[in-house]
């Protein structure tokens, strides 16, 4: 079965960029059919779904987050990438990556570990 | 944005008890809504899509209904594993957005 794993820094600096990686294992990032999502969880606010990328490296992003907002794949390597620039402590979160089907409405699954970073000086 | 609004917060409830939560939609959605349950350290979870099916695995104690802007989640006869937050989701449009959770909690 598909398995997500994401990992990155745990901790970054005010105004630096945030760069996460979601490592998929048990299926092919290419098989298609497939949304390769990023989710936060923001404390005391609940969810928010930050973006998707499909295997061909098409994008959507979140308009809330979109101008700090890059998401890429690398099919080699079974991995799919966040970057956030400009972040401030608004952007504490535990992150998420995910998987979305194509038909959208059938919800994320599964859900990788998810990982927590902190914005802090 | 479509804002999902979870009530109540909280609940507070014994094994065997029957729980309702209940998600509502800013707009109207069909039944593009999902409910996911996530227990204390772990990921979320999928239970429930297009409103009332169970994900695959999912107990049969779950059941979802509701369509346009009106929706609930019932357990039937809680179990002890069943004691954590669960949040729901519209899958009507992007951006995808969420309800706040609601946390059942052991009473």
């Known amino acids: 079965q598909v398995q997500l794993q994401a990992s990155g820094p745990g901790l970054v600096k005010p105004s630096q960029t945030l760069s996460l990686t979601c490592t998929v294992s048990?299926?092919?990032?290419?098989?298609?059919?497939?949304?390769w999502s990023w989710i936060r969880h923001l404390p005391g606010k609940g969810l928010e779904w930050v973006g998707y990328?499909?295997?061909?490296?098409?994008?959507s992003y979140n308009p809330s987050l979109k101008s700090r907002i890059t998401m890429s794949v690398d099919t080699s390597e079974n991995q799919f990438s966040l970057k956030l620039t400009s972040v401030t402590a608004a952007d504490t979160a535990v992150y998420y990556c995910?998987?979305?089907?194509?038909?959208?409405?059938?919800?994320?699954?599964?859900w990788g570990q998810g990982t927590l970073v902190t914005v802090s000086s | 944005d479509i804002q999902m609004t979870q009530s109540p917060s909280s609940v507070s409830a014994s094994v065997g008890d029957r729980v309702t939560i209940t998600c509502r939609a800013s707009?109207?959605?069909?039944?593009?809504l999902v409910w996911y349950q996530q227990r204390p350290g772990k990921a979320p979870k999928l239970l429930i899509y297009?409103?009332?099916s169970l994900q695959s695995g999912v107990p049969s104690r779950f059941s979802g209904s509701g369509s346009g802007t009106d929706f609930t989640l019932t357990i039937r006869s809680l179990q002890p594993e069943d004691f954590a937050t669960y949040y729901c989701?519209?899958?009507?449009?992007?951006?995808?957005?969420f309800g706040g959770g609601t946390k059942v909690e052991i009473k």
């Open positions: 995910a998987r979305l089907p194509l038909s959208w409405n059938e919800g994320f699954d599964p």
């Open positions: 048990g299926g092919s990032i290419s098989s298609g059919g497939y949304f």
């Open positions: 990328i499909f295997d061909s490296g098409t994008t």
């Open positions: 707009q109207g959605i069909g039944s593009w």
């Open positions: 297009a409103a009332s």
């Open positions: 989701q519209q899958a009507n449009s992007f951006p995808l957005t």
